[in-house]
């Protein structure tokens, strides 16, 4: 059975724009369109090589700014052929405008009980739907911070999937009661646990595949890992503002080039690396004990010194 491939990109309005006291055109350009790499650019480069994709879209902060931005991002993303899913950050719901972040929530979910998430899940579907989304039926928690609570409530609520188990984070905030390298899909608490893949960069340590974290190599390493050993699920992630620089200003190259080189290599292995939507409700095997790829002190050392070059230039703002 070929190896389903789950494009996750998490788009949201960015709480440090906020904070920073931008005018709200601009918070919702640097989130969303940073640089001309945002979500448009990533959905063009989606649609040439073919690739389905799951854009897990935040309402939230239409509690401070309106749901126009999030109908302008859901619609984007619908015309364009891919998905969208429920993101949640909760620390909007204390939020006001103007105040520089002065005023919040709490940040991670598994603060919340679970009546209180039931709540905040029930409430964030709603207004995901009233920006054009159909009725979402997969999820990711801002931060991956989720618990067997949020899982619960999820079910709850009619959900099928969820996206926040991230062993690299475990225990905390990503608090599903999983193993920290259950990297393929597994039925609990009554859902589906699509976990984030993860690669052991050096012994005893797991990194989350995600274009920020890994190199192209690595990413390459592991998708040769996934087919070899035929896993049932990658899931990869990624942000609409991550192919720009933190202040949204000019494109990081170094996060760009990964994002083109992951399309050119899920193009070219179409045949065993099949990209799927969550809404398609592909047939996963449920059973198997996937594990994440070895370490490899050279592959690690050649990422980390690209990551210092990006840190160090790339980051730098316009």
């Known amino acids: 059975m070929a190896t389903r491939v789950f494009i996750t990109i998490d788009t949201e309005l960015m709480w440090r724009h906020h904070v920073a006291g931008l005018d709200m055109d601009i918070v919702v350009q640097r989130s969303l ?12 480069q989606l649609k040439a090589h073919g690739l389905k994709a799951c854009f897990f879209v935040d309402p939230m902060p239409a509690l401070v700014y309106g749901l126009d931005p999030i109908k302008r991002v859901v619609a984007a993303i619908l015309e364009a ?48 739907a009233a920006a054009g989304a159909p009725e979402p039926i997969a999820f ?44 393929a899909p597994v039925e609990h608490r009554g859902l589906i646990e699509v976990p984030v893949t993860l690669i052991e960069d050096q012994k005893g340590h797991l990194r989350h595949f995600q274009i920020c974290a890994l190199s192209a190599a690595e990413m390459k390493d592991a998708l040769d890992h996934a087919v070899a ?9 990624s942000h609409g503002f991550e192919l720009a620089n933190r202040a949204g200003t000019r494109p990081n190259a170094v996060h760009v080039r990964r994002f083109e080189a992951l399309c050119g290599m899920l193009a070219n292995r179409r045949g065993v690396l099949v990209t799927t939507h969550f809404a398609d409700r592909p047939a996963l095997a449920l059973d198997r004990n996937d594990q994440p790829l070895g370490p490899s002190i050279l592959r690690t ?9 990006s840190n160090l230039i790339e980051e730098r703002a316009a």
């Not at 001309?36 to 650019?41: A, F, L, R």
């Not at 619960?152 to 193993?179: R, T, V």
């Not at 050993?229 to 992630?237: G, K, M």
């Open 81 to 128: 052929g891919q998905e969208v899913q429920l993101h949640l950050h909760p620390n909007w719901t204390g939020a006001h405008a103007g105040d520089k972040g002065a005023t919040h929530g709490p940040f991670e979910l598994i603060d919340y009980s679970f009546d209180e998430q039931l709540e905040l899940l029930r409430g964030a579907s709603d207004m995901l």
């Open 301 to 309: 050392r050649l990422r980390q010194a690209e990551q210092l070059w």
């Open 229 to 237: 050993n035929d896993h049932a699920a990658v899931t990869v992630v």
């Open 33 to 44: 369109e940073p640089a001309g790499v945002g979500v448009g650019w990533q959905l063009a």
């Open 140 to 183: 990711r928690s801002g931060s991956y911070s989720a618990s067997d609570d949020t899982l619960g409530a999820l079910a709850k609520l009619g959900f099928e999937y969820d996206s926040s188990h991230n062993g690299s984070e475990y225990p905390w905030p990503s608090a599903i009661s999983l193993g920290r390298t259950q990297i």
